[in-house]
């Protein structure tokens, strides 16, 4: 079945550096959703992207789509604490259905 | 407006006894979406259902497992003769009726589930 894979599982930077996860999928995907998870608490919708090779910022956070529609990127820049968490990736599986990548966690050392 | 709401947030049982997970959906949401999350790990999903109906549970393990969301009240999760392997945290998802496409999922806080 579908499986959408993310890279890498952790990830550990100091404070001001960059962050990239990457997403990559098994099928090419209607859309792509990207989520985010504080340690303990639950995951919060951040962005959808729809379109081939869209890019969307907020604010530090910069989300691509991948010209094909398989792999999906986002990418923190200056990371701050409050960026700690994990990040998700999830595609669509039939119909209203996400299936979601193990997710990458980002720690900070201030 | 109030999002989606989850009880309890923490639940003990011991092995043998049953769970039962309460899902609220956001105001005017429809679907319904439970989800497992162990330690460490990603979002697996378990559930879908719209009111009195299951679209998919292909995610849900075929024994002890059930779910349901009825035309009044909070979907349910239950977990009938609770095992250790069932600790983790449950986490509920809404989104709205759509016109097509995926939408957005909304979720509730989880509810911790501890097996003794």
């Known amino acids: 079945g579908q499986q959408v894979m993310q890279i890498p599982q952790y990830q550990h930077v100091q404070e001001g550096e960059d962050f990239t996860t990457y997403c990559n999928s098994s099928?090419?995907?209607?859309?792509i959703q990207w989520y985010k998870q504080r340690p303990g608490g639950h995951p919060v919708f951040l962005i959808q992207l729809v379109k081939s090779g869209e890019v969307k910022k907020q604010k530090r956070l910069t989300f691509q789509f991948g010209e094909a529609k398989k792999n999906s990127s986002l990418h923190i820049t200056a990371t701050q604490t409050t960026d700690v968490g994990t990040y998700f990736c999830a595609g669509p599986r039939g119909a209203q259905k996400l299936v979601f990548g193990q997710g990458t966690r980002l720690t900070i050392n201030p | 407006n109030a999002g989606v709401m989850q009880n309890p947030r923490h639940l003990v049982r011991r092995r043998g006894q049953e769970a039962r997970l309460r899902c609220s959906p956001m105001?005017?949401?429809?679907?319904v979406y439970w989800y497992r999350q162990l330690p460490e790990e990603g979002l697996k999903f378990m559930v879908y259902l719209q009111k009195e109906n299951i679209i998919d549970e292909s995610g849900m393990p075929k024994e002890r497992f059930s779910a349901e969301f009825p035309k009044e009240g909070p979907s349910i999760l239950r977990i009938q003769q609770v095992v250790r392997g069932d600790s983790a945290a449950y986490f509920c998802?809404?989104?709205?009726?759509?016109?097509?496409?995926?939408?957005?999922?909304?979720f509730g806080p989880g509810t911790r589930l501890t097996v003794l």
């Open positions: 998802a809404s989104s709205p009726v759509s016109s097509g496409g995926t939408d957005t999922q909304y």
């Open positions: 099928t090419t995907l209607s859309n």
């Open positions: 105001k005017g949401h429809s679907h």
